[in-house]
C-alpha cells in the first residue's frame, strides 16, 4: 500500500504564485510516475504535470511556461510550483502516483485564483 500526503493550495490572487507538495510512503517501487491532476467544476479530471523517478516531465498544454514539477526519485516527493496563476486555474489538485502499475490518488486541495 502506499500513501499520499498533500500540501499547499489554498485562495491567491491572479499573478500570484503557489506551491503544492505531495509525498509518497509505503512500499514504492523504484520506477514510477508522480504527478498532479486538477478538476474544475463541471469538467473532466485532466493532468497539469507530472514527472518519472528518471526525471522525464510532461504538462498540459495550459500551465505550459508557467508550472514546474520536480522532486520524485529517492525523497518521493514531488512538488508542483504554480506561477502567474490564473482564475482558469481554480480546480481542486489531486496528487497521482503510479507505482509498479497500481495507480494511487490524494484526497485533493483546492486552489482558488480570485480577486
Known amino acids: 500500500q502506499v500513501q499520499l500526503v498533500e500540501t499547499g493550495g489554498g485562495l491567491v490572487q491572479p499573478g500570484g504564485s503557489l506551491r503544492l507538495s505531495c509525498a509518497a510512503s509505503?512500499?514504492?517501487?523504484?520506477?514510477?510516475?508522480m504527478g498532479w491532476y486538477r478538476q474544475a467544476p463541471g469538467s473532466e479530471r485532466a493532468l497539469v504535470a507530472r514527472?518519472?523517478?528518471?526525471?522525464?516531465?510532461n504538462y498540459g498544454d495550459s500551465v505550459k511556461g508557467r508550472f514546474r514539477i520536480f522532486g520524485g526519485n529517492a525523497k518521493n516527493t514531488v512538488y508542483l510550483q504554480m506561477n502567474s496563476l490564473k482564475p482558469e486555474d481554480t480546480a481542486v489538485y489531486y496528487c497521482?502516483?503510479?507505482?509498479?502499475?497500481?495507480?494511487?490518488w490524494g484526497k485533493g486541495t483546492l486552489v482558488t485564483v480570485s480577486s
Open positions: 497521482n502516483f503510479l507505482n509498479n502499475g497500481t495507480e494511487y
Open positions: 509505503g512500499s514504492i517501487f523504484w520506477l514510477n510516475v
Open positions: 514527472i518519472t523517478s528518471t526525471g522525464t516531465t
